[in-house]
């Protein structure tokens, strides 16, 4: 890059890949800066013990507010230094990374990938697929512990139920998953943060990266936590395996109504990870949207989702 200003300098090369990977995070590209003109790579400890990071001038200024923002300091101001960026994330899913990449790895969305230049940054997507999978299991032996009761068919709809899109978003939520998602610049402008399928897919990769990390049994404790109060709810309103669609159709009937009928609004996503938005109309009035993974699964929280409303109003 040319036109380079130092903008930090640390003896800590821990220090200094904090301050490069939160620069990053925020679109702003850097390089270790060498006082040593024999090095081979940027990379290196000047002649002083100290690392330089370096940006482009035009990104000076708003990278040295970026730094600043994020900085405690300690009484009287003698010891100050950069935050963990990730360590809210830790403490709010209760389980600390050995490896902090793992994470850092499950939040990246690929518009942040594909906006690197360098080819260093890796997406998520690998993490999800596995998390998908661990999940899937998770919540199948939660199903066959805590749901005695159910039958095969009963424990596939809660199941689905559970692992919608609809409900982890709804948990990525309740953990601010958002706020700690690596986006693209894209993707942040059209508020990516806030979108149920970017939540979605950051929970699974997480659940992933947890899974990685700690082994099986770190991973049964998460998800254990977060889903016995959904699970808990969904038994008590009888809710657990239930086929909305069904439900609906016979409160409608019951109403002299037409039947619903659903719409495919748009779907989005590669052909291997696509998402459905699906709305559900009576009497040719929109009543309710969701998305999901599948039309049957957009379609079954579509439903949920409308019964919720009409309920509420009769």
Do not use: W
Not at 164 to 170: E, G, H, N, V, Y
Not at 203 to 228: C, M, P, Q, S
């Amino acid at each position: 890059m040319a036109d380079l200003v130092t903008i930090f300098r640390t003896r800590s090369d821990v220090e200094a890949s904090v301050v490069r990977g939160l620069l990053e995070a925020h679109g702003i590209p850097s390089v270790v800066a060498s006082h040593l003109p024999q090095s081979l790579f940027p990379m290196v400890l000047s002649t002083l013990g100290e690392i330089g990071i370096a940006v482009r001038a035009a990104d000076a200024d708003e990278a040295q507010r970026i730094i600043e923002s994020h900085r405690l300091g300690l009484a009287g101001g003698q010891v100050v230094r950069l935050r963990d960026e990730f360590e809210t994330l830790e403490q709010t899913i209760g389980y600390r990374f050995r490896d902090r990449g793992l994470l850092e790895h499950a939040m990246t969305h690929t518009s942040r990938a594909h906006e690197d230049v360098s080819g260093g940054v890796v997406d998520n997507e690998s993490l999800e697929f596995l998390g998908d999978a661990v999940l899937g299991l998770l919540i199948a032996e939660m199903l066959f512990h805590e749901c005695p009761d159910y039958d095969e068919g009963q424990k596939s709809k809660a199941k689905a139920a559970l692992v919608s899109t609809a409900s982890l978003a709804r948990l990525a939520e309740h953990l601010h998953l958002g706020d700690h998602l690596l986006l693209g610049r894209g993707e942040e402008k059209t508020g990516g943060r806030r979108k149920q399928a970017l939540l979605a897919d950051g929970y699974e990769a997480l659940i992933a990266a947890i899974y990685l990390d700690g082994g099986i049994e770190h991973a049964r404790a998460f998800v254990g936590r977060e889903f016995a109060s959904l699970l808990a709810e969904a038994r008590q309103s009888g809710d657990a395996g239930q086929d909305h669609k069904s439900a609906l159709q016979e409160l409608v009937q019951a109403r002299g109504e037409p039947l619903p009928e659903y719409r495919l609004v748009a779907s989005s996503g590669p052909d291997h990870r696509k998402q459905f938005h699906v709305e559900v109309a009576i009497s040719g009035e929109p009543i309710a949207e969701a998305m999901g993974s599948s039309k049957k699964e957009a379609e079954q929280e579509a439903a949920k989702l409308a019964l919720e409303r009409l309920r509420s109003t009769s």
